[in-house]
């Protein structure tokens, strides 16, 4: 497994995971609305495991799915209740 590939997609995991706790990196508190970081960072996973579909490791296929499944799960359990 490529470990640049694995600090990329942890690391925008990390960050779509701290925006769905409301958490902003420093700077950008009024700037920008968390959840919706949340939804682009998660759109970007999406996006990188559209773009390398059948370009990856079994490993790193699987570390990308899973974390774009559960950071996909996670956003809509955070969506306000109406």
Known sequence: ??????????????????????????GAEGVADARKLAQALIDTLGMLAEKTSGHLEPDEKQLLDQAVTSLRFRYVQTLPKT
């Open 1 to 26: 497994m490529n470990p640049h590939f694995v600090s990329l997609v942890l690391g925008l995991s990390h960050q779509a995971e701290a925006a769905l706790e409301g958490q902003l990196p420093p």
